[in-house]
């Protein structure tokens, strides 16, 4: 009698259990999407006006969506804003300054992860934490004086070399390699292997998912980066995007439709990269070829 009553109870209290999973879920899922649109409805608006006229732009009442769309504003931002140019500019620029952080990063906190003995390599460590410390605005001058004395003044160099080496890429890459048992390094020592290549054949393709991480960072930090461009840059040509877009607001008059329109073409390569490459990020077991 008590077995059966036992296992009657059972669904019951699944049940109960499930109604009240439901119940705290339901309000959290709510808030959430709240929540996601209150975020998404600026850039909506943004995105749509893009595809307005000037004329529609300020009238009144405000509507979201374009009476009529038109691809005007994109049309003059390909033509005669030179798009190309600066778009080519900052693309190299993200392209380099992230292959090269990624891999200073990568051996930099490598050498941090396993060649710890010496006590002077987790001074290094602290110091170089340190730095993240520091607002940007900091250095800005001192970094600028180096790279004018060292002739990198107005040149693609001065907006790379700067930007190399990041106290949270070599982090990143610190924390992953110190997971990876030492084991592994002194088996490949005991083959034959030299530093070099259990670097480059072994460390370096398990930390995937630490390369696509900060690679996204990095492209998206140098894509975006306007300070920097806007004091070492000084040749019209030389541009950045984020440069030109701000040389489209005039004193007295601002051209809207060519900057939302160019705005909007600014931002698709980094919805593009991200779209491309979060699922190595999200899906990527980082514990991949090691046993627990």
Known sequence: MSTATTAAARPRTRKARKAKELGTAIPVT??????????????????????????????????????????????????????????SNTLAVALATTALTVMA?????????KYREQRWVRVFFICLLATTMLPTEVILSPTFLVIRDLGMYDTFAGLVVPSILTATGVFM???YFLSVPDDIVEAARIDGAR????????????????IMTLAIFSF??????YVWPLIVVADER??????ALRSIVGAENIDWPLLLAASV????????????????????????GLKD
């Open 105 to 113: 990063s990568a051996m930099t906190g490598y050498a941090l992860a």
């Open 173 to 175: 890459f610190r924390q």
């Open 195 to 210: 530093e070099a290549g259990i670097f480059f054949r072994i460390m370096l393709p398990m930390s995937r998912p630490i």
């Open 265 to 288: 073409m600014s931002i698709l390569p980094l919805v593009l990269i991200f779209i491309v490459f979060q699922k190595y990020v999200m899906n990527e077991d980082i514990n991949a």
């Open 30 to 87: 709510a808030f959430l999407w709240l929540l996601a649109a209150v975020y998404a409805f600026p850039i909506l608006w943004f995105l749509l006006s893009a595809f307005k006229p000037g004329s529609e732009l300020f009238q009144y009442p405000l509507s979201i969506l374009p009476e009529d769309p038109t691809l005007g504003g994109f049309e003059k931002a390909w033509n005669r804003f030179d798009f190309m140019l600066y778009f």
């Open 238 to 243: 030389k541009f950045t995007l984020q440069i």
């Open 220 to 225: 998206q930090w140098r894509w975006n980066d």
